[in-house]
């Protein structure tokens, strides 16, 4: 079946520094992808809309400069969290409608961010 | 988009049927109901989604009440596998199809 993949799976980086997490849609074509994090025992919250082409949609309370998003293709989305400070450790998790219809959405695996 | 209630937590044994409720009086016409669930460190999964009817398949089933203000996922023979969050979600049929979680239902599955 459709399977979209994540890495890195983990990351630890120094606060300040910048950290990228890509998303790829592995056989199947996705102009729209998802972003969300995750704190620990606590729900996914949805962060933004990647649109292959185009800009970002990003939810309310999310800052577009903090986290940038990039669609370049139809198969990869990318995530960079800029200046990453403690705050920011999380689980970041993305999706992919295979498409275009009220179909499933398939989610990556996730990658667990530490900032020291 | 339209707010979905579930229980916090529920517990069941191995080998039982379980029953997961939700709640969803607010739902409109062309929200689809979706359930997802979330294993310990990893991404969520898609387990089914219905609209009026009930539906089968080869993980669970979904009842929806007739007036479609709650619906209910059934997973026959629960296995230790089953422990995750389960998550109840409307999602519009058109616009951004995106998936907003609520707080969904941690379920234990006790040997």
Redesign the interface.
Known sequence: GAVVSQHPSWVICKSGTSVKIECRSLDFQATTMFWYRQFPKQSLMLMATSNEGSKATYEQGVEKDKFLINHASLTLSTLTVTSAHPEDSSFYICSAPRTSTNEKLFFGSGTQLSVL | DAKTTQPNSMESNEEEPVHLPCNHSTISGTD?I?W?R?LP??????VI?GLTSNVNNRMASLAIAEDRKSSTLILHRATLRDAAVY?CIL???QG?????????TRLTINP
Do not use: D, N, W
């Not at chain 2, 460190?41 to 898609?46: K, T, V």
């Open positions: 689809y979706h997802y979330q460190s990893q991404g969520p999964e898609y989604h998550y999602r519009e049929i951004a199809q995106k998936l907003v979680f609520g707080q969904g």
